[in-house]
């Protein structure tokens, strides 16, 4: 829930801007429906969505990536959490939230009874960022086709947004 005087990142600001262009100012039933509207990619699956993603090389991040970072969990998961990108142990990995930052993720659901497999992980961006730093909005925007179809086909009932 968006508290009065909370400020929001530009992907929160998006997921909720999106949502009341798309309900007409009203609040959405769930995230999943937040997707709807949007021009997303039509992909048949969350396979073929993944497998899209490893073979794309639509920005320069594909460039220095080692590995593509697609998701991880339970793809039924009422809970998507959504990070940033992938960092330098994700990128080797190619898995969202193993680093030194998931595993903190992990201790905190632990603490409140949420197992990592009954979560869905997934980034804003695919592959990992120059330094780590803050993903571009072109960058943001070639990946944002495989992030809706994430969002699309799991329907979550709740997405948490991580990261600076």
Known sequence: MRREGAALSQ??????????ENTGGQKSQSPASQVQGLHAMEFADLAQAHEM???CRACSLCEARTNVVFADGNASARLMVVGEGPGLQEDRAGLPFVGQAGQLLDKILASVGIDRSMVYFCNVVKCRTPLNRAPLAEEVERCRGYLEAQIRFVKPALILLVGT
């Open 11 to 20: 992907q929160q600001l998006f997921f909720w801007e999106s949502s009341a």
């Open 53 to 55: 993603a490893l073979a």
